[in-house]
Nanobody, 123 residues
């Protein structure tokens, strides 16, 4: 069992930056891929970024490439999502998830989810 807790969300102006954290419990954290997803009101959940458990390979949605960076610190059982040049349309609840599938972009492949953290980007 893995429990995930996100933090770091908040209100930021367009063009600004935020760093989200996903803290996990469980000694097997390093054997899980971690993905970040977001969901805006009235919209479907969408993939943002993921980091594999095998070689720490990273994967990004095209819309965030070059602006977001995902990283993990297995010693701290934490995954980070550094977000820069934020846009108003990226206002959403950001959630992290853990899973052992290699289909990183598919939220259905993740077994554990955090409660989410709100990110609001103002104009």
């Amino acid at each position: 069992q893995v429990q995930l807790v996100e933090s770091g969300g908040g209100l930021v102006q367009a063009g600004g930056s935020l760093i989200l954290s996903c803290a996990a419990s469980g000694r097997t954290f390093s054997s899980y891929a971690i993905g970040w997803f977001r969901q805006a009101p009235g919209k479907e959940r969408e993939f943002v970024a993921a980091i594999s458990w095998t070689d720490s390979g990273t994967y990004y949605a095209d819309s965030v490439k070059g602006r977001f960076t995902i990283s993990r610190d297995n010693a701290k059982n934490t995954v980070y999502l550094q977000m820069s040049s934020l846009r108003t349309e990226e206002t959403a609840v950001y959630s992290c998830a853990a899973g052992r599938s290699t289909y990183y972009r598919d939220g259905r492949q993740y077994s554990y989810w955090g409660q989410g953290t709100q990110v609001t980007v103002s104009s």
